[in-house]
């Protein structure tokens, strides 16, 4: 993900950042210094004492260990968390300071810059503060505010989470088309590009989902046929239920993770 979010801002010919970079790895910190013209750092208190943004591109079960080695006392960094069920209280609690800090959730389409990604910003952050996380973000796709912290769990439920429900549904399409006679290359091809199709259509429309579906189904034809099925077996009440699972679940790996 952080290699997305470099790209993307190298890709914007219009801004002219200095990025700095931190890593474990030596040969990680080469390539991204060779493919995007980044400065490596030392340390990440290195990151910390020279940039503006900090972007914790960390997995959830390292962020500990990275943020309390950090001496954020007095600092005016604007800290972006990418790290999945990590609360602002919790990531307070680690950096042991009160910071700028915005709690965000990706999801991997931003690894080809197109990502739904939601944001909660804690009392610190001012509006400069957000311009610069809104750069940040919408360079991997787009970014929405929500006004509540615990709003990022639907987020989680609907984006973070929803990229998985559309691999489902594309590769049960797949399989059934392969049922019915076309090979694995051709199935393949025309699902991809029908999902690829539905949402550009979609993104580019006024109309609802609603509107779009029903604009596809004529009386008494073939789409009818199949959607009544999908209704008939409780498709909708299938969605539902399993993205109130992804949001319980969102909610318990917040409280387990507060706990460590």
Same mark, same amino acid.
């Given at each position: 993900m952080a290699r997305s979010i470099i790209g993307g801002l190298r890709a914007d010919e219009t801004l002219n950042l200095e990025l700095h970079v931190f890593d474990p790895s030596v040969e990680t910190l080469k390539s991204l210094e060779q493919e995007f013209n980044t400065h490596s750092a030392d340390s990440n208190q290195a990151m910390l004492d020279n940039c503006d943004v900090i972007v914790l591109a960390v997995k959830p079960q390292a962020m500990q260990s990275v943020l309390t080695e950090l001496d954020a006392s007095n600092s005016s960094t604007l800290f972006i968390s990418i790290a999945a069920g990590l609360t602002i209280r919790t990531l307070s609690k680690w950096l042991g300071s009160e910071v700028a800090l915005i709690r965000t959730m990706p999801n991997t389409p931003a690894l080809v810059q197109c990502g739904a990604t939601g944001l909660y910003a804690n009392n610190a952050v001012s509006s400069d503060h957000r311009d610069l996380a809104d750069i940040i973000i919408k360079s991997t796709g787009i970014g929405l505010w929500v006004d509540s912290e615990d709003l990022l769990d639907a987020v989680?439920?609907?984006?973070? #989470?929803?990229?998985?429900?559309?691999?489902?549904?594309? @590769?049960?399409?797949?399989?059934?088309?392969? +049922?019915l006679g076309l090979s694995t290359e051709t199935a393949r091809e025309l699902t991809l590009q029908t999902a690829l199709g539905a949402a550009s259509l979609a993104k580019? #429309?006024? %109309?609802?989902?609603? @509107?779009?579906?029903?604009?596809?189904?004529?009386?008494?034809?073939?789409? @009818?046929?199949?959607?009544?099925?999908?209704?008939?077996? %409780?498709?909708? +009440?299938?969605? @539902?239920?399993?993205?109130?699972?992804?949001? +319980?679940?969102?909610?318990?790996?917040?409280?387990?993770?507060?706990?460590?």
């Open positions: 989680t439920a609907l984006s973070g #989470s929803g990229p998985a429900y559309y691999f489902l549904v594309m @590769e049960a399409m797949q399989a059934a088309a392969e +049922k580019q #429309s006024t %109309d609802t989902s609603a @509107e779009l579906r029903q604009r596809v189904t004529s009386p008494n034809g073939t789409t @009818e046929e199949a959607i009544n099925s999908l209704i008939e077996n %409780d498709l909708l +009440k299938i969605f @539902e239920q399993a993205m109130q699972a992804a949001y +319980k679940r969102s909610k318990e790996l917040a409280i387990e993770l507060d706990q460590t």
